[in-house]
Protein backbone atom coordinates (compact mmCIF):
# COMPACT_ATOMS: atom_id res chain seq x y z
CA UNK A 1 0.00 0.00 0.00
CA UNK A 2 1.12 3.51 -0.81
CA UNK A 3 0.90 6.54 1.48
CA UNK A 4 -1.69 8.17 -0.19
CA UNK A 5 -3.67 4.63 -0.12
CA UNK A 6 -2.95 4.82 3.85
CA UNK A 7 -4.01 8.48 4.50
CA UNK A 8 -7.48 7.37 2.50
CA UNK A 9 -7.84 4.16 5.10
CA UNK A 10 -6.78 6.25 8.05
CA UNK A 11 -9.71 9.42 6.88
CA UNK A 12 -12.44 6.12 6.85
CA UNK A 13 -11.10 4.72 9.90
CA UNK A 14 -11.75 8.08 11.66
CA UNK A 15 -15.42 8.51 10.10
CA UNK A 16 -15.99 4.89 11.54
CA UNK A 17 -14.90 6.19 14.91
CA UNK A 18 -17.42 9.07 14.34
CA UNK A 19 -20.29 6.55 13.12
CA UNK A 20 -19.57 3.94 16.33
CA UNK A 21 -16.89 5.20 18.99
CA UNK A 22 -18.82 8.38 19.70
CA UNK A 23 -15.66 10.40 18.55
CA UNK A 24 -16.88 14.23 18.50
CA UNK A 25 -16.11 16.50 16.16
CA UNK A 26 -14.21 18.54 18.53
CA UNK A 27 -11.91 15.87 18.56
CA UNK A 28 -11.71 14.74 14.94
CA UNK A 29 -8.44 16.86 14.26
CA UNK A 30 -6.96 15.99 17.47
CA UNK A 31 -7.62 12.14 16.42
CA UNK A 32 -6.69 12.80 13.10
CA UNK A 33 -3.43 14.49 13.56
CA UNK A 34 -2.37 11.87 16.31
CA UNK A 35 -2.76 9.54 13.50
CA UNK A 36 -0.11 11.55 10.89
CA UNK A 37 2.39 11.84 13.77
CA UNK A 38 2.03 7.91 14.30
CA UNK A 39 2.59 6.99 10.49
CA UNK A 40 4.77 10.42 9.68
CA UNK A 41 2.29 11.63 7.43
CA UNK A 42 2.50 15.34 7.32
CA UNK A 43 -1.59 15.83 5.93
CA UNK A 44 -4.44 14.08 5.85
CA UNK A 45 -6.30 12.87 2.89
CA UNK A 46 -9.75 15.12 1.72
CA UNK A 47 -12.97 14.45 0.44
CA UNK A 48 -12.62 10.70 2.30
CA UNK A 49 -17.03 10.21 2.74
CA UNK A 50 -17.55 6.70 3.58
CA UNK A 51 -15.63 3.75 4.48
CA UNK A 52 -15.73 -0.41 3.82
CA UNK A 53 -15.64 -3.50 6.22
CA UNK A 54 -14.14 -2.11 9.65
CA UNK A 55 -11.77 -5.15 10.07
CA UNK A 56 -11.13 -6.64 6.27
CA UNK A 57 -10.58 -3.12 4.37
CA UNK A 58 -9.81 -0.93 7.01
CA UNK A 59 -7.81 -2.76 9.86
CA UNK A 60 -6.08 -4.97 8.59
CA UNK A 61 -4.36 -3.16 5.68
CA UNK A 62 -3.24 -0.45 8.27
CA UNK A 63 -1.83 -3.26 10.41
CA UNK A 64 0.02 -4.93 7.39
CA UNK A 65 1.10 -1.52 5.96
CA UNK A 66 2.63 -0.59 9.63
CA UNK A 67 4.81 -4.39 9.48
CA UNK A 68 6.06 -3.55 6.15
CA UNK A 69 7.47 -0.13 6.95
CA UNK A 70 8.90 -1.57 10.15
CA UNK A 71 7.17 0.18 12.57
CA UNK A 72 5.73 -3.21 13.79
CA UNK A 73 7.25 -6.67 14.21
CA UNK A 74 5.14 -9.52 12.35
CA UNK A 75 4.18 -10.75 15.77
CA UNK A 76 3.24 -7.63 17.50
CA UNK A 77 0.31 -7.02 15.23
CA UNK A 78 -2.76 -7.27 17.91
CA UNK A 79 -0.63 -4.87 20.07
CA UNK A 80 0.00 -2.70 17.12
CA UNK A 81 -4.09 -2.70 16.19
CA UNK A 82 -4.89 -1.91 19.71
CA UNK A 83 -2.45 0.84 20.09
CA UNK A 84 -3.95 2.48 16.73
CA UNK A 85 -7.86 1.61 17.92
CA UNK A 86 -6.75 3.37 21.40
CA UNK A 87 -5.92 6.54 19.74
CA UNK A 88 -9.87 6.76 18.19
CA UNK A 89 -11.01 5.81 21.12
CA UNK A 90 -13.06 8.53 23.71
CA UNK A 91 -10.62 9.02 26.48
CA UNK A 92 -11.63 7.14 29.63
CA UNK A 93 -13.22 10.29 31.53
CA UNK A 94 -15.58 10.92 28.49
CA UNK A 95 -16.62 7.48 28.62
CA UNK A 96 -17.00 7.62 32.12
CA UNK A 97 -19.65 10.80 31.58
CA UNK A 98 -21.22 9.61 28.69
CA UNK A 99 -21.92 6.14 30.62
CA UNK A 100 -23.62 8.54 33.49
CA UNK A 101 -25.63 10.99 31.08
CA UNK A 102 -26.98 7.82 29.48
CA UNK A 103 -28.12 6.55 33.29
CA UNK A 104 -29.76 9.67 34.11
CA UNK A 105 -31.48 9.97 30.67
CA UNK A 106 -32.79 6.38 29.53
CA UNK A 107 -31.76 4.19 32.18
CA UNK A 108 -28.94 1.85 33.12
CA UNK A 109 -29.68 -0.44 30.21
CA UNK A 110 -29.28 1.74 27.13
CA UNK A 111 -25.69 2.47 29.40
CA UNK A 112 -24.28 -0.81 29.25
CA UNK A 113 -25.76 -1.67 25.62
CA UNK A 114 -23.73 1.36 24.37
CA UNK A 115 -20.42 0.68 26.35
CA UNK A 116 -20.95 -2.87 25.22
CA UNK A 117 -21.30 -1.85 21.54
CA UNK A 118 -18.59 0.50 21.87
CA UNK A 119 -16.44 -2.62 23.85
CA UNK A 120 -17.03 -4.65 20.52
CA UNK A 121 -16.76 -1.63 17.88
CA UNK A 122 -12.95 -0.66 18.90
CA UNK A 123 -12.15 -4.30 18.73
CA UNK A 124 -11.18 -4.76 22.99
CA UNK A 125 -13.40 -7.48 22.19
CA UNK A 126 -12.47 -8.71 19.10
CA UNK A 127 -15.59 -10.78 17.43
CA UNK A 128 -13.43 -11.46 14.57
CA UNK A 129 -11.82 -14.32 17.10
CA UNK A 130 -14.68 -14.93 18.69
CA UNK A 131 -16.77 -15.93 16.17
CA UNK A 132 -14.60 -18.92 15.20
CA UNK A 133 -15.74 -20.54 18.46
CA UNK A 134 -17.56 -23.71 18.18
CA UNK A 135 -20.92 -23.61 20.21
CA UNK A 136 -23.53 -26.03 20.93
CA UNK A 137 -26.28 -27.29 23.39
CA UNK A 138 -27.45 -30.23 24.85
CA UNK A 139 -30.33 -31.36 26.41
CA UNK A 140 -29.08 -33.39 29.53
CA UNK A 141 -30.24 -35.05 32.67
CA UNK A 142 -31.60 -31.83 34.51
CA UNK A 143 -31.82 -29.15 31.41
CA UNK A 144 -29.60 -27.74 29.27
CA UNK A 145 -26.08 -27.30 29.26
CA UNK A 146 -24.17 -25.37 26.78
CA UNK A 147 -20.94 -26.23 25.32
CA UNK A 148 -18.14 -24.12 23.54
CA UNK A 149 -14.50 -24.86 22.05
CA UNK A 150 -12.83 -21.80 22.78
CA UNK A 151 -10.99 -20.81 19.35
CA UNK A 152 -10.97 -17.13 20.22
CA UNK A 153 -7.59 -17.07 22.22
CA UNK A 154 -5.26 -17.07 19.36
CA UNK A 155 -2.52 -19.32 19.88
CA UNK A 156 0.97 -17.90 20.50
CA UNK A 157 3.23 -19.03 17.72
CA UNK A 158 6.80 -20.05 18.74
CA UNK A 159 7.95 -16.84 17.59
CA UNK A 160 6.11 -15.27 20.31
CA UNK A 161 6.95 -17.60 23.09
CA UNK A 162 10.60 -17.32 22.21
CA UNK A 163 10.35 -13.21 22.50
CA UNK A 164 7.87 -12.86 25.59
CA UNK A 165 10.59 -15.19 27.19
CA UNK A 166 13.17 -12.86 26.73
CA UNK A 167 11.41 -9.98 28.67
CA UNK A 168 12.09 -9.10 32.20
CA UNK A 169 8.96 -8.74 34.16
CA UNK A 170 7.92 -5.84 35.35
CA UNK A 171 5.53 -6.48 37.82
CA UNK A 172 3.07 -3.35 36.35
CA UNK A 173 0.34 -3.72 35.97
CA UNK A 174 0.21 -6.32 38.67
CA UNK A 175 -2.00 -8.43 36.90
CA UNK A 176 -4.61 -8.76 34.07
CA UNK A 177 -7.65 -7.10 36.28
CA UNK A 178 -6.09 -4.11 37.99
CA UNK A 179 -7.53 -0.73 36.68
CA UNK A 180 -3.62 0.20 35.73
CA UNK A 181 -4.07 -1.48 32.40
CA UNK A 182 -6.44 0.99 31.34
CA UNK A 183 -4.24 2.22 27.99
CA UNK A 184 -1.46 0.29 28.75
CA UNK A 185 0.58 -0.34 25.89
CA UNK A 186 1.25 -4.38 26.23
CA UNK A 187 3.93 -6.35 25.82
CA UNK A 188 4.29 -10.36 24.44
CA UNK A 189 3.31 -11.45 27.45
CA UNK A 190 0.96 -8.93 28.69
CA UNK A 191 -2.16 -7.64 26.29
CA UNK A 192 -2.56 -4.06 25.17
CA UNK A 193 -5.19 -2.27 26.60
CA UNK A 194 -5.30 1.09 25.32
CA UNK A 195 -8.64 -0.11 24.06
CA UNK A 196 -9.92 -0.73 27.48
CA UNK A 197 -12.53 1.50 29.20
CA UNK A 198 -13.80 0.95 32.95
CA UNK A 199 -16.98 2.27 34.90
CA UNK A 200 -16.51 2.72 38.75
CA UNK A 201 -19.00 1.79 41.01
CA UNK A 202 -20.17 1.32 44.12
CA UNK A 203 -20.34 -2.04 45.98
CA UNK A 204 -21.04 -2.27 49.73
CA UNK A 205 -19.33 1.29 50.09
CA UNK A 206 -16.30 0.02 48.22
CA UNK A 207 -14.71 1.64 45.19
CA UNK A 208 -15.01 -1.05 42.46
CA UNK A 209 -14.87 -0.82 38.51
CA UNK A 210 -16.77 -2.48 35.54
CA UNK A 211 -15.86 -3.77 32.31
CA UNK A 212 -16.64 -6.60 29.73
CA UNK A 213 -14.42 -9.47 29.42
CA UNK A 214 -12.59 -9.51 25.90
CA UNK A 215 -13.25 -13.32 25.61
CA UNK A 216 -17.25 -13.21 25.88
CA UNK A 217 -17.80 -16.62 27.06
CA UNK A 218 -21.32 -15.78 26.85
CA UNK A 219 -23.64 -12.45 25.74
CA UNK A 220 -22.80 -9.62 28.04
CA UNK A 221 -20.15 -10.88 29.72
CA UNK A 222 -19.21 -8.30 32.13
CA UNK A 223 -16.72 -8.36 35.05
CA UNK A 224 -17.06 -6.48 38.26
CA UNK A 225 -13.42 -5.58 39.93
CA UNK A 226 -12.03 -4.26 43.32
CA UNK A 227 -10.34 -1.11 42.42
CA UNK A 228 -7.38 -2.78 45.11
CA UNK A 229 -5.17 -5.30 43.69
CA UNK A 230 -6.50 -7.97 46.86
CA UNK A 231 -6.39 -11.57 46.70
CA UNK A 232 -10.39 -13.20 45.82
CA UNK A 233 -12.05 -13.53 49.25
CA UNK A 234 -15.91 -14.94 49.73
CA UNK A 235 -17.40 -13.71 52.33
CA UNK A 236 -20.72 -12.23 54.03
CA UNK A 237 -19.42 -8.84 52.18
CA UNK A 238 -19.23 -10.10 49.18
CA UNK A 239 -22.49 -11.18 49.37
CA UNK A 240 -23.71 -7.96 50.17
CA UNK A 241 -21.48 -6.62 47.25
CA UNK A 242 -23.24 -9.29 44.60
CA UNK A 243 -26.91 -8.08 45.98
CA UNK A 244 -25.54 -4.17 45.64
CA UNK A 245 -24.69 -5.05 41.66
CA UNK A 246 -28.06 -6.76 40.79
CA UNK A 247 -29.91 -3.04 42.57
CA UNK A 248 -27.83 -1.50 40.06
CA UNK A 249 -27.65 -3.76 37.03
CA UNK A 250 -31.30 -5.48 37.57
CA UNK A 251 -30.51 -6.87 33.81
CA UNK A 252 -27.36 -8.90 34.62
CA UNK A 253 -26.61 -11.72 36.94
CA UNK A 254 -23.20 -11.52 39.29
CA UNK A 255 -21.36 -14.19 40.83
CA UNK A 256 -17.93 -15.10 41.88
CA UNK A 257 -15.72 -17.63 41.86
CA UNK A 258 -14.64 -19.86 45.31
CA UNK A 259 -11.49 -18.49 46.84
CA UNK A 260 -9.94 -21.54 46.57
CA UNK A 261 -7.80 -23.29 43.77
CA UNK A 262 -8.64 -26.25 42.29
CA UNK A 263 -12.35 -24.99 42.34
CA UNK A 264 -11.24 -21.28 42.06
CA UNK A 265 -11.42 -19.60 38.75
CA UNK A 266 -7.54 -18.84 36.94
CA UNK A 267 -7.26 -15.09 38.54
CA UNK A 268 -7.22 -15.81 42.61
CA UNK A 269 -4.77 -13.05 42.83
CA UNK A 270 -7.73 -10.13 42.46
CA UNK A 271 -10.59 -9.65 43.87
CA UNK A 272 -13.51 -9.79 41.23
CA UNK A 273 -16.70 -11.28 40.24
CA UNK A 274 -18.49 -12.55 36.57
CA UNK A 275 -21.54 -11.47 35.32
CA UNK A 276 -23.62 -11.21 32.26
CA UNK A 277 -27.19 -10.81 30.36
CA UNK A 278 -27.57 -14.36 29.40
CA UNK A 279 -29.83 -16.51 31.58
CA UNK A 280 -26.93 -19.31 31.93
CA UNK A 281 -28.67 -23.32 32.55
CA UNK A 282 -28.90 -23.63 36.04
CA UNK A 283 -31.48 -20.45 36.30
CA UNK A 284 -33.78 -22.11 34.73
CA UNK A 285 -34.06 -25.50 36.63
CA UNK A 286 -36.60 -25.66 39.67
CA UNK A 287 -36.67 -26.62 42.97
CA UNK A 288 -36.05 -30.70 44.31
CA UNK A 289 -36.78 -29.48 48.14
CA UNK A 290 -38.21 -25.97 49.69
CA UNK A 291 -37.14 -25.44 53.12
CA UNK A 292 -38.71 -23.28 56.30
CA UNK A 293 -38.61 -22.47 59.27
CA UNK A 294 -35.97 -19.44 58.86
CA UNK A 295 -36.46 -16.38 61.59
CA UNK A 296 -37.57 -14.39 58.34
CA UNK A 297 -41.29 -15.65 56.72
CA UNK A 298 -40.51 -13.72 53.26
CA UNK A 299 -37.35 -15.58 52.28
CA UNK A 300 -37.73 -18.99 50.45
CA UNK A 301 -34.57 -21.48 50.99
CA UNK A 302 -34.70 -24.28 48.04
CA UNK A 303 -32.22 -27.15 46.77
CA UNK A 304 -32.07 -26.62 43.34
CA UNK A 305 -33.11 -29.52 40.77
CA UNK A 306 -29.40 -29.56 39.19
CA UNK A 307 -26.18 -31.56 38.75
CA UNK A 308 -24.17 -30.29 42.10
CA UNK A 309 -25.17 -29.21 45.56
CA UNK A 310 -26.87 -25.85 45.34
CA UNK A 311 -28.97 -23.90 47.86
CA UNK A 312 -31.40 -20.97 46.34
CA UNK A 313 -32.03 -18.00 48.55
CA UNK A 314 -34.97 -15.69 47.32
CA UNK A 315 -36.89 -13.02 48.85
CA UNK A 316 -37.64 -9.68 48.41
CA UNK A 317 -36.13 -8.38 51.21
CA UNK A 318 -32.14 -7.44 50.54
CA UNK A 319 -30.88 -7.40 53.97
CA UNK A 320 -33.16 -10.73 55.11
CA UNK A 321 -32.15 -12.82 51.87
CA UNK A 322 -28.01 -11.58 52.89
CA UNK A 323 -28.45 -12.84 56.38
CA UNK A 324 -29.79 -16.36 55.27
CA UNK A 325 -27.34 -16.58 52.37
CA UNK A 326 -24.65 -15.85 54.89
CA UNK A 327 -25.39 -18.27 56.49
CA UNK A 328 -25.44 -21.34 54.41
CA UNK A 329 -21.76 -19.50 53.15
CA UNK A 330 -20.71 -19.91 57.02
CA UNK A 331 -22.34 -22.95 58.08
CA UNK A 332 -20.93 -24.70 55.09
CA UNK A 333 -17.19 -23.47 55.91
CA UNK A 334 -17.78 -25.47 59.39
CA UNK A 335 -19.51 -28.52 57.81
CA UNK A 336 -18.10 -31.63 57.50
CA UNK A 337 -19.94 -35.72 56.81
CA UNK A 338 -17.66 -38.36 56.39
CA UNK A 339 -20.50 -40.56 55.18
CA UNK A 340 -19.83 -38.85 51.96
CA UNK A 341 -15.92 -37.83 52.25
CA UNK A 342 -16.79 -34.04 52.69
CA UNK A 343 -14.14 -32.95 55.09
CA UNK A 344 -14.12 -29.03 55.50
CA UNK A 345 -10.53 -28.73 56.72
CA UNK A 346 -7.44 -30.43 57.05
CA UNK A 347 -4.34 -28.19 57.62
CA UNK A 348 -6.09 -26.01 55.31
CA UNK A 349 -9.87 -24.91 54.72
CA UNK A 350 -11.60 -26.95 51.65
CA UNK A 351 -15.20 -26.17 51.76
CA UNK A 352 -15.89 -22.97 49.50
CA UNK A 353 -19.47 -21.72 47.90
CA UNK A 354 -19.77 -20.14 44.40
CA UNK A 355 -22.19 -17.58 45.40
CA UNK A 356 -24.41 -16.23 42.40
CA UNK A 357 -26.77 -13.64 42.41
CA UNK A 358 -29.58 -11.82 40.04
CA UNK A 359 -33.29 -10.21 40.31
CA UNK A 360 -36.45 -11.06 38.96
CA UNK A 361 -38.52 -8.37 39.20
CA UNK A 362 -38.46 -7.69 42.75
CA UNK A 363 -37.31 -10.50 43.52
CA UNK A 364 -33.39 -11.08 44.58
CA UNK A 365 -32.42 -14.56 44.07
CA UNK A 366 -28.91 -16.02 45.13
CA UNK A 367 -27.42 -19.43 44.09
CA UNK A 368 -24.85 -20.67 47.00
CA UNK A 369 -22.88 -23.81 45.08
CA UNK A 370 -21.12 -25.54 47.50
CA UNK A 371 -17.60 -26.94 46.85
CA UNK A 372 -14.56 -28.34 48.05
CA UNK A 373 -10.84 -28.55 47.02
CA UNK A 374 -9.88 -31.76 48.94
CA UNK A 375 -7.37 -33.77 47.53
CA UNK A 376 -6.87 -37.50 48.56
CA UNK A 377 -4.33 -40.07 47.36
CA UNK A 378 -7.18 -41.22 45.29
CA UNK A 379 -7.83 -38.28 44.13
CA UNK A 380 -4.74 -36.38 43.42
CA UNK A 381 -6.25 -33.80 41.42
CA UNK A 382 -9.35 -33.32 44.03
CA UNK A 383 -12.07 -35.60 45.15
CA UNK A 384 -14.86 -33.02 43.71
CA UNK A 385 -12.76 -32.51 40.33
CA UNK A 386 -13.64 -34.29 37.39
CA UNK A 387 -12.01 -38.02 37.59
CA UNK A 388 -8.89 -38.33 35.24
CA UNK A 389 -10.62 -40.27 32.40
CA UNK A 390 -12.27 -36.95 31.61
CA UNK A 391 -9.21 -35.01 31.64
CA UNK A 392 -9.05 -35.15 28.02
CA UNK A 393 -12.01 -33.33 27.42
CA UNK A 394 -11.31 -30.79 30.33
CA UNK A 395 -8.04 -31.41 32.98
CA UNK A 396 -8.56 -27.33 34.51
CA UNK A 397 -10.45 -26.16 37.47
CA UNK A 398 -13.89 -26.08 36.87
CA UNK A 399 -14.95 -22.67 37.92
CA UNK A 400 -18.05 -20.41 38.08
CA UNK A 401 -19.14 -20.01 34.33
CA UNK A 402 -19.03 -23.98 34.32
CA UNK A 403 -20.64 -25.09 37.45
CA UNK A 404 -23.61 -23.45 35.98
CA UNK A 405 -23.36 -25.53 32.78
CA UNK A 406 -21.68 -23.45 30.37
CA UNK A 407 -18.50 -25.15 29.20
CA UNK A 408 -15.22 -23.72 28.00
CA UNK A 409 -13.20 -26.30 26.48
CA UNK A 410 -9.97 -25.95 25.62
CA UNK A 411 -9.24 -24.83 21.66
CA UNK A 412 -7.40 -27.97 20.83
CA UNK A 413 -10.12 -30.02 20.61
CA UNK A 414 -11.10 -28.96 17.57
CA UNK A 415 -8.63 -30.85 15.28
CA UNK A 416 -8.62 -33.55 18.23
CA UNK A 417 -12.19 -34.33 18.00
CA UNK A 418 -11.63 -34.50 14.15
CA UNK A 419 -9.19 -37.11 14.76
CA UNK A 420 -11.64 -39.80 17.31
CA UNK A 421 -13.70 -39.20 14.19
CA UNK A 422 -11.26 -40.52 11.68
CA UNK A 423 -11.38 -43.87 13.30
CA UNK A 424 -14.44 -44.13 13.34
CA UNK A 425 -15.04 -43.44 9.94
CA UNK A 426 -11.63 -45.81 9.22
CA UNK A 427 -9.94 -42.87 7.67
CA UNK A 428 -7.28 -43.53 10.42
CA UNK A 429 -6.35 -46.84 11.58
CA UNK A 430 -5.85 -48.17 15.56
CA UNK A 431 -2.25 -48.07 15.72
CA UNK A 432 -0.82 -48.75 19.26
CA UNK A 433 2.28 -47.86 19.09
CA UNK A 434 1.57 -44.31 18.01
CA UNK A 435 -1.53 -44.19 20.44
CA UNK A 436 0.72 -45.28 22.89
CA UNK A 437 3.33 -42.41 22.41
CA UNK A 438 3.20 -39.72 24.81
CA UNK A 439 4.17 -37.38 22.79
CA UNK A 440 1.13 -37.53 20.66
CA UNK A 441 -1.58 -35.47 21.44
CA UNK A 442 -3.93 -38.04 20.53
CA UNK A 443 -2.43 -40.03 23.24
CA UNK A 444 -4.81 -38.69 26.25
CA UNK A 445 -8.07 -40.24 23.67
CA UNK A 446 -6.18 -43.50 23.52
CA UNK A 447 -8.93 -44.75 26.30
CA UNK A 448 -12.09 -42.89 24.45
CA UNK A 449 -10.59 -44.40 20.98
CA UNK A 450 -10.50 -47.58 21.58
CA UNK A 451 -14.00 -47.72 23.18
CA UNK A 452 -15.69 -45.92 20.36
CA UNK A 453 -14.20 -47.74 17.63
CA UNK A 454 -15.15 -51.14 20.03
CA UNK A 455 -18.86 -49.67 20.25
CA UNK A 456 -19.19 -48.30 17.21
CA UNK A 457 -16.75 -50.28 14.56
CA UNK A 458 -14.54 -48.00 12.53
CA UNK A 459 -16.15 -48.42 8.75
CA UNK A 460 -19.17 -45.40 9.92
CA UNK A 461 -20.23 -42.12 7.85
CA UNK A 462 -18.83 -38.65 8.99
CA UNK A 463 -22.29 -38.02 9.94
CA UNK A 464 -22.32 -41.14 12.12
CA UNK A 465 -19.46 -40.10 13.69
CA UNK A 466 -20.09 -36.24 14.38
CA UNK A 467 -23.45 -37.88 15.84
CA UNK A 468 -20.98 -40.15 18.23
CA UNK A 469 -18.03 -37.90 19.29
CA UNK A 470 -20.53 -35.03 20.23
CA UNK A 471 -23.07 -37.15 22.14
CA UNK A 472 -19.77 -38.39 23.98
CA UNK A 473 -18.35 -35.15 24.50
CA UNK A 474 -22.21 -33.99 25.71
CA UNK A 475 -21.56 -37.22 28.32
CA UNK A 476 -18.66 -36.46 29.25
CA UNK A 477 -19.68 -32.48 30.32
CA UNK A 478 -22.22 -34.15 32.43
CA UNK A 479 -20.22 -36.52 34.27
CA UNK A 480 -17.91 -33.24 35.19
CA UNK A 481 -20.73 -31.20 36.52
CA UNK A 482 -21.51 -34.32 38.75
CA UNK A 483 -17.81 -34.97 39.45
CA UNK A 484 -18.18 -31.35 41.27
CA UNK A 485 -21.79 -32.28 43.39
CA UNK A 486 -20.51 -32.23 47.52
CA UNK A 487 -23.58 -34.00 48.03
CA UNK A 488 -23.74 -36.57 44.74
CA UNK A 489 -27.42 -37.22 43.21
CA UNK A 490 -27.89 -40.77 44.90
CA UNK A 491 -29.76 -41.93 48.26
CA UNK A 492 -26.56 -41.50 50.37
CA UNK A 493 -25.54 -38.21 48.77
CA UNK A 494 -29.14 -36.82 48.95
CA UNK A 495 -29.58 -37.42 52.65
CA UNK A 496 -26.36 -36.02 53.38
CA UNK A 497 -27.39 -32.53 51.42
CA UNK A 498 -30.92 -32.76 53.75
CA UNK A 499 -28.62 -33.57 56.77
CA UNK A 500 -26.66 -30.27 55.99
CA UNK A 501 -30.24 -28.60 55.31
CA UNK A 502 -31.94 -29.29 58.57
CA UNK A 503 -29.46 -30.34 61.34
CA UNK A 504 -26.47 -27.76 59.98
CA UNK A 505 -29.18 -24.58 59.37
CA UNK A 506 -31.69 -25.91 61.41
CA UNK A 507 -34.70 -25.63 58.66
CA UNK A 508 -37.18 -27.85 58.01
CA UNK A 509 -38.42 -29.83 54.90
CA UNK A 510 -41.92 -27.82 53.71
ZN1 LIG B 1 -4.68 -6.85 40.14
Avoid at 317 to 342: Q, R, Y
Avoid at 429 to 434: A, G, L, P, Q, T
Avoid at 455 to 471: E, F, L, M
Wanted: aromatic share 10%; net charge negative; hydrophobic share 35%.
Amino acid sequence: MTSEELKIKLAQLVNYAKDNLSLREEDESYVTNGLLAMFNLSAPATGVENYGDFQSEIVDPIVAYAIENGMAKEEENILFETKLLGLLTPSPSSIIDKFDILVSNTGIRSATDWLFNLSKANNYIRCVDINKNIKWEHTGKFGKIGITINLSKPEKDPKQIAAAKLLPKSGYPACLLCTENVGFAGTLNHPARQTLRIIPIKLGGESWSIQYSPYQYYREHIIALSNEHRPMAVNSDTLFRLLDFVDLFPHYFIGSNAALPIVGGSILTHDHYQGGAKVLPMFEVGTRKQYGGSKYKDVEVYVADWYNSVVRVSGKNKFEVHEIATDVLETWAKWSDESVNVICKTSEQHNAVTPIARKEGDTYIIDMILRNNRTDDAHPYGIFHPEEKLHNIKKEGIGIIEVMGLFILPGRLKSELECIKDYITGNKNIDFKELNNSENPMFKHAPTILQLVNDHGNSRDRVYADRVVTDYVNDACEQILECTAVFKNDEQGQSAFDKFMTQGLGLKEL
